[in-house]
Nanobody, 120 residues
């Protein structure tokens, strides 16, 4: 199973970016997907997640500005980021718990990270 993240870049404060993460490979079912971020000198933190039922969980620091969603197949997760602030600068990682086969168990997988820089 591979997770390929994309969409990061340099944006001015107040701007928007949309991150995407595609899960591919041996996938029977994706249980939940999410986005984490890690700023320099800080621990990785949860930004937002979505489970198979569509229930989302969003960090207070980005609530009202960031929205997580998935495609119908639930193998791609998006993070729409609006009203970006300098403190949102970080490497963003996608995460998914994937069941690789019908008789398997859910295992965690990580994407390679995509860098988001918010600066004027």
């Amino acid at each position: 199973v591979q997770l390929q993240a994309s969409g990061g870049g340099l944006v001015q404060p107040g701007g928007s970016l949309r991150l995407s993460c595609v899960a591919s490979g041996s996938i029977f079912k994706v249980n939940d997907m999410g986005w984490y971020r890690q700023a320099p000198g800080r621990q990785r933190e949860l930004v937002a997640s979505v489970n198979t039922g569509g229930t989302t969980n969003t960090a207070d620091s980005v609530k009202g500005r960031f929205t997580i969603s998935t495609d119908n197949a639930k193998t791609t997760v998006y993070l729409q980021m609006n009203s970006l602030r300098p403190e949102d600068t970080a490497v963003y990682y996608c995460n998914a718990h994937v069941i690789p086969s019908r008789w398997g168990i859910a295992l965690p997988y990580w994407g390679q990270g995509t860098e988001v820089t918010v600066s004027s």
